[in-house]
């Protein structure tokens, strides 16, 4: 296809160059580049790249015309003195918006994981270039009835916990940068079961039984060998201990006998002190 397309553009009198890199040979060119995926096709302008690549179809007529369109704007950015020359930034988001992933799996009580990969269907990735830079928005366990934490706000001693020492979804809004090639992170998580009683709670019927999961995380950078592909890699481990809730609340004459426990000692211990300093203090006959 290159070879047609740098045919038809010089019978055409297209005033540009088709070039052909091999990134195994010219290596360092590529990651200077930093060409991610192959094939690449990429513009380039006095000796610097334009972004975004061309992600069209690489037929000859469609290559032909996106050429044309780029000549054509660069042509009228030259004549507009007003319009500041374009200078695109590689890392700009709107250029490289990365993956965004969603969803839910149903998973077994018991230790697992989950990895996450660079592919395309389209393209062969390059192992060495794959950047697994990311964001954790949400990660929980719960159960398919709703959303983690379906009934905890209704809990007036968990409300009150900061959200750091919840544990129930300690991942989120965290970012985990991959400065360098060959690495990425590795996710550890214990999960830990907290169980209530449907009996102990006003919100839920008795017959009701809710769980929810707690979560311990420790994260760790991971160094790939050249020839791995780095893989975001999420590992659980199900705690074989658990946590149970209940409410308990006590009756009226629980409380008054607490109170006249409280005043009958403290009646007690004025005493003692009384007749301590009595004892002291009293004036001894001579």
């Avoid at 996106?66 to 704007?73: G, H, N, P, Q």
């Amino acid at each position: 296809t290159w070879e047609k397309f740098a045919a038809q553009a010089k019978k055409q009198n297209l005033k540009l160059g088709v070039g052909k890199v091999d990134c195994v040979e010219h290596s360092q060119l590529c990651k200077d580049e930093r060409v991610m995926a192959f094939p690449t096709l990429r513009w380039v302008e006095d000796g610097k790249s334009v972004m975004p690549d061309y992600r069209g179809d690489r037929t000859v007529d469609d290559l032909v015309t996106y050429a044309k369109r780029r000549m054509a704007t660069s042509s009228r950015t030259e004549n507009d003195d007003d319009e500041e020359p374009r200078d695109d930034d590689y890392g700009d988001e709107t250029h490289h918006p990365g993956c965004q992933v969603s969803g839910h799996l149903m998973v077994n009580r018991v230790p697992g994981n989950l990895h996450m990969e660079a592919k395309s269907p389209n393209h062969q990735i390059n192992s060495a270039m794959t950047n697994l830079t990311h964001r954790v928005n949400h990660l929980s366990f719960g159960t398919p009835r709703g959303p983690q934490g379906h009934y905890l706000e209704y809990l007036p001693f968990f409300t009150g916990i900061p959200e750091e020492y919840k544990h129930t979804n300690p991942m989120k809004d965290k970012f985990y940068p991959a400065y360098h090639f060959h690495e990425a992170f590795h996710h550890h998580l214990k999960v830990v079961s907290s169980h209530m009683e449907g009996s102990d709670y006003n919100f839920l019927t008795a017959k009701d039984h809710m769980v929810f999961y707690q979560i311990l995380e420790e994260s760790q950078l991971v160094l790939y060998d050249v020839q791995e592909k780095p893989e975001i890699k999420f590992l659980w481990d199900m705690s074989p201990m658990s946590v149970s809730l209940t409410q308990e609340g006590k009756a009226w004459y629980d409380y008054t006998t607490s109170l006249l426990a409280i005043i009958g000692g403290t009646y007690t211990a004025l005493g003692l002190i009384n007749a301590t300093l009595l004892r002291i203090f009293k004036p001894k006959k001579i």
